[in-house]
């Protein structure tokens, strides 16, 4: 876990790769993903947008193009890979106003057609300590729907084929602008969550 000190000289920019271009092909992973069937986000948990669960293979092709920016530790090796197809439509409503995410990183994908895209990612500092980046040592004091609470670092465009990839504890949220009626003009994407042995002690 952070300390005091090395929480708040934490660095969030440092740790935010911006890739563009990032797959070959992206219209043909933006066509499989229009043809998934997605399931809607449990009703008592903040997500919004609906999901459709990668294959092994498509998990590990992500995982491998993304591997670049992992960094190697053997004392905390990584034990899990989650990649998913997400959309969410101009009616989404945020439950909460930023949040972390369990998990040594997370990377999205941006798939809209060039011309939807809208909003993008944004990255949080806490402002009573300071921190940009999950202590467990603050925990009680984070107000994750509390907009006074969280100042912006930086917004990240949506870009087609643009990934965007950062520690999972990182303070996030989707910059909330949503649009689309259908997965074809929606805010599409491909996420990655990837795990390491002792994430559970970071939150």
């Known amino acids: 876990m952070p300390s005091d000190t090395a929480s708040q000289s934490f660095n969030a920019l440092d740790h935010v790769v911006i890739e563009d271009n990032f797959f070959p092909d992206p219209d043909a992973v933006r066509a499989k993903a229009l043809t998934r069937s997605y399931q809607e986000p449990p009703p008592n ?5 609906v ?8 998990t590990q092709t992500l995982f491998t193009q993304v591997k ?40 999205i994908v941006y798939l809209s057609r060039p011309e939807d895209c809208a909003g993008g990612t ?7 300590t300071r921190d ?3 202590d467990r040592n603050h925990r009680q004091q984070y107000d994750f729907n509390d907009p006074e609470q969280w100042e912006v670092l930086t917004e ?23 649009f689309g009626d259908s997965i ?14 002792h994430d559970r002690s970071l939150m």
């Open 45 to 49: 948990t903040p997500r919004i947008a």
């Open 51 to 58: 999901t459709s669960i990668c294959n092994d293979l498509e």
């Open 68 to 107: 670049p920016w992992v960094r190697d530790k053997p004392s905390d090796p990584v034990v899990g890979v989650r990649v998913l197809y997400r959309y969410s439509l101009a009616d989404a409503n945020k439950k909460v106003f930023c949040h972390v995410d369990g998990c040594s990183y997370a990377g």
């Open 122 to 128: 944004s990255i949080y500092r806490h402002r009573p």
């Open 132 to 134: 940009e980046i999950y």
């Open 156 to 178: 990240i465009d949506m870009q087609y084929n643009r990934l965007v990839m950062y520690p999972g504890q990182l303070f996030h949220a989707i910059t909330p602008v949503f």
């Open 184 to 197: 074809e003009n929606a805010r599409l994407t491909q996420n990655i969550f990837i795990f390491r042995q």
